[in-house]
C-alpha cells in the first residue's frame, strides 16, 4: 500500500484518496491571481505546524520578505519557522542565466548546455537545503520562469532535468506553473504535466457578474481520484476546497441538487 501524506489543505484529501503519495511531484497550474502560491505555502507551512514536516520554499520570483508579508493575512508565521529551522527559504533566480544564452537559434548544444548549468545550480542548492534541516517538503513557485529561453528544446530538456533531480530528493514536491487567461485545456498542455505524478488545474471563471474558484485533479498516477470540478475559496484560514459541492456551467451547486 502506497504511503501518503496529508496535503494541508482542507478538503483535498477527500479528493486525492487519503493525500498525496509520499515523493509524489505535484504540479498545481493555473492564471495568474487564483491561489497556486497559497496553495503552495499552505502545503509546507501546515505541513510543518500540522505534521511535523520541515519544508523548503524556493521562490524564482518574488522577494522572501514579500512572501512572508503576503501570507501574515493567514496568521502564518514564516519567519517563526526559519527561525527555527522547520522551513527554508531559497531564492533562486533563473533571469540571472539569460545573458549567457546566445541569441542565434540554431546552437542547440549552447541552450541545452545553459539549461542544464541552471537546473544544476538551483539543485545543489535544494538538496543541501532539504539535508541541513531534514526537510520533507518542498514547494517551487514558478517553473513558469524557467522558461525564459526562446528555445522550445532547452526548455523541455531544462524542465524534466529539474523533476528528475527533485524525484531524487524523496521529498514530495508542489511545483506551480502559469498558464495564460483564456488558454485551452488542449493547448495548455506543457511537458511538466506530462512528468509529474498529480496535475491539479486551478480555475476562475465569471458567472453573473461574481468570480468562481474551481479545482480539478486532472491526473494522479497510481490511484483513483475524484474527477469532478470543486468549488474553492481563499478565506482568513488559507485555502478551503469543498468537496461535496460542484461546479456546472461556471456556477457553483450542491452534489445532492445535482444527483
Avoid at 523541455?156 to 523533476?163: M, Q
Wanted: glycine letters at 10%; charged letters at 25%; one cysteine or more.
Amino acid at each position: 500500500m502506497m504511503d501518503r501524506i496529508p496535503t494541508a489543505i482542507t478538503g483535498l484529501d477527500e479528493l486525492t484518496g487519503g493525500g498525496f503519495v509520499r515523493g509524489d511531484v505535484i504540479l498545481i497550474t493555473g492564471s495568474p491571481g487564483c491561489g497556486k502560491t497559497t496553495f503552495g505555502l499552505q502545503f509546507l507551512y501546515r505541513g510543518a505546524v500540522d505534521y511535523g514536516e520541515r519544508g523548503i520554499f524556493v521562490t524564482l520570483e518574488e522577494s522572501p520578505a514579500r512572501v512572508i508579508r503576503n501570507v501574515w493575512q493567514f496568521g502564518w508565521g514564516i519567519e517563526r519557522l526559519v527561525k527555527e529551522n522547520k522551513m527554508r527559504i531559497l531564492r533562486a533566480d533563473p533571469v540571472a542565466y539569460t545573458h549567457y544564452i546566445p541569441n542565434h537559434r540554431d546552437n542547440d548544444t549552447a541552450h541545452i548546455d545553459i539549461g542544464s548549468a541552471m537546473v544544476e545550480t538551483i539543485s545543489k542548492q535544494i538538496e543541501q537545503q532539504v539535508e541541513e534541516i531534514g526537510a520533507k517538503r518542498i514547494f517551487i513557485d514558478s517553473i513558469t520562469s524557467l522558461k525564459i529561453a526562446q528555445n522550445e528544446l532547452q526548455v523541455r530538456f531544462t524542465i524534466l532535468e529539474l523533476i528528475k533531480n527533485l524525484e531524487n530528493l524523496e521529498c514530495t514536491t508542489v511545483i506551480s506553473s502559469e498558464i495564460c487567461p483564456g488558454t485551452s485545456l488542449y493547448d495548455a498542455f506543457s511537458v511538466e504535466e506530462y512528468l509529474s505524478e498529480v496535475v491539479i488545474r486551478m480555475h476562475i471563471f465569471r458567472s453573473c457578474g461574481t468570480r468562481v474558484r474551481a479545482v480539478e485533479i486532472l491526473k494522479m498516477r497510481g490511484g483513483r481520484h475524484d474527477e469532478t470540478m470543486r468549488p474553492y475559496a481563499i478565506g482568513d484560514s488559507g485555502l478551503v476546497i469543498y468537496p461535496r459541492e460542484t461546479v456546472v456551467d461556471g456556477g457553483v451547486a450542491n452534489m445532492a441538487a445535482v444527483l
